[in-house]
């Protein structure tokens, strides 16, 4: 069974830093592409980092850059976002992504129940 836990969130106030992390179990972590989303009330959900890979480059978000660091540690199944210089617009639901290759069956994605980032002004 694919298990994924974020944890981390919380209230914290503007410019402040939080550390995200998300827990991964029951299928190849090390193969899968992670990342990770979020979602404000009332707007879309936005891909906040990627990382296809532990050799790869991270990709992120325009909003976030130079802010928040995205880093995976495959011998843990463990993924996790490091947020600096918070913003209110920062305040969202953030969500970890499991994108897996199943070869020539595609992909199977996986997300975590959230955890909330409140960035207080």
């Known amino acids: 069974q694919e298990q994924i836990e974020e944890s981390g969130g919380g209230l914290v106030q503007c410019g402040g830093s939080l550390r995200l992390s998300c827990k991964c179990s029951g299928f190849l972590f090390s193969r899968s592409t992670m990342s990770w989303y979020r979602q404000a009330p009332g707007k879309e959900s936005e891909l906040v980092a990627s990382?296809?890979?532990?050799?790869?480059?991270?990709t992120y978000a325009d909003s976030v850059k130079g802010r928040f660091t995205i880093t995976r540690d495959d011998d843990k199944d463990t993924l996790t976002l490091q947020m600096t210089a918070l913003e209110p617009e920062d305040t969202a639901t953030y969500y970890c992504r499991a994108d897996e290759p199943m070869g020539r069956f595609g992909t199977l994605e996986y997300w975590g129940q959230g955890t909330q980032v409140t960035v207080s002004s």
């Open positions: 990382i296809v890979d532990r050799y790869s480059e991270p």
